[in-house]
């Protein structure tokens, strides 16, 4: 058996090619953003309709992303405009993932942040301090404007023993225009410079997998995660112990998913074969 997503050199391997339905029934899903539903600002063709077609059931789900720039809000309206419509309660991000972790790490807390409203939002919600001056942590998070000044203070600040923490180690993003420097290249400049490593709290950590199956109020076995990256996406949610499904319609094509020691459960082209399955 073999799935195409149309473009050249990217069949799907025959192997592994679990039906979905086999084993537990489906009864929640969660799905990465980009490359999955959306893709440089367009609509996936297929991803209204998966979406629609939770909604009209009742089906609990997810949309997860590692992108910390935008609230929940923000990304529902970017998703409208192309044309999918999300409910923000379920819009889970690597922000608000950060700021519950580091609400029950220590509550009331201050931090240095660099990054944008999606995750100074998100510590503000939960009662933290934001402040350069002997914050219990430097987090560091997506911006589209890495300020050298702001590397610097944070460096400085992880130096006089700030906790490090960052919420995602994507070392890349997608533009319009190629790849962009993403939070896991500065860590490594952070790291490099102080020799401390950052506690990263967005895919792959199962932190963010477990505590978006709290917030469905779902159980891992009969949950299935859809994504388009074998590093992030696949691997968290085969270690939450739950089925994954690898589209092809992102950043992974299917030569390359031999080359990793783990498989997903499903590899298809992209999100609209999952339509009818709900």
């Keep these: 058996m073999h799935t195409d997503n149309g473009q050249t050199g990217t069949n799907v391997p025959a192997t592994r090619l679990v039906p979905v339905a086999d084993s537990k029934p489906v009864e929640a899903w969660m799905t990465d953003m980009d490359g999955?539903?959306?893709?440089?600002?367009?609509?996936?063709?297929?991803?209204?309709?998966?979406?629609?077609?939770?909604?009209?059931?009742?089906?609990?789900?997810?949309?997860?992303?590692?992108?910390?720039?935008?609230?929940?809000?923000?990304?529902?309206?970017?998703?409208?405009?192309?044309?999918?419509?999300?409910?923000?309660?379920?819009?889970?991000?690597?922000?608000?993932?950060?700021?519950?972790?580091?609400?029950?790490?220590?509550?009331?807390?201050?931090?240095?942040?660099?990054?944008?409203?999606?995750?100074?939002?998100?510590?503000?919600?939960?009662?933290?301090?934001?402040?350069?001056?002997?914050?219990?942590?430097?987090v560091l998070g997506e911006t589209r404007t890495y300020s050298f000044e702001a590397v610097t203070t944070a460096i400085r600040l992880v130096e006089r023993g700030a906790r490090f923490v960052a919420t995602n180690p994507d070392p890349t993003g997608p533009s319009n225009e190629g790849s962009l420097p993403a939070t896991g290249s500065v860590a490594a400049l952070i790291t490099r410079a102080t020799g401390v490593d950052p506690y990263f709290v967005g895919k792959p950590n199962p932190l963010m997998m477990r505590a978006a199956l709290n917030r469905l109020e779902a159980h891992s076995e009969t949950t299935v995660m859809i994504g388009d990256r074998m590093d992030t996406d696949v691997v968290a949610g085969m270690e939450a112990g739950m089925r994954t499904v690898l589209v092809l319609s992102g950043i992974m094509r299917a030569a390359a998913v031999d080359r990793y020691p783990y498989r997903p459960t499903r590899v298809i082209g992209s999100i609209a074969e999952l339509v009818d399955e709900i």
């Excluded at 893709?39 to 059931?57: C, K, M, Q, W, Y």
């Excluded at 997810?62 to 529902?76: F, H």
């Excluded at 044309?83 to 509550?107: C, H, K, M, Y």
């Design 36 to 138: 999955v539903l959306v893709h440089e600002g367009s609509i996936i063709p297929g991803a209204d309709a998966f979406v629609n077609r939770l909604r009209e059931t009742g089906t609990p789900f997810l949309v997860l992303t590692n992108n910390s720039i935008y609230t929940p809000r923000d990304l529902q309206f970017r998703l409208r405009n192309t044309g999918i419509e999300v409910p923000v309660e379920s819009i889970w991000t690597s922000a608000l993932a950060t700021a519950a972790f580091l609400d029950n790490q220590r509550p009331g807390g201050s931090a240095y942040v660099v990054g944008e409203a999606g995750l100074t939002t998100a510590l503000h919600e939960i009662g933290y301090v934001l402040t350069e001056s002997d914050p219990d942590y430097v």
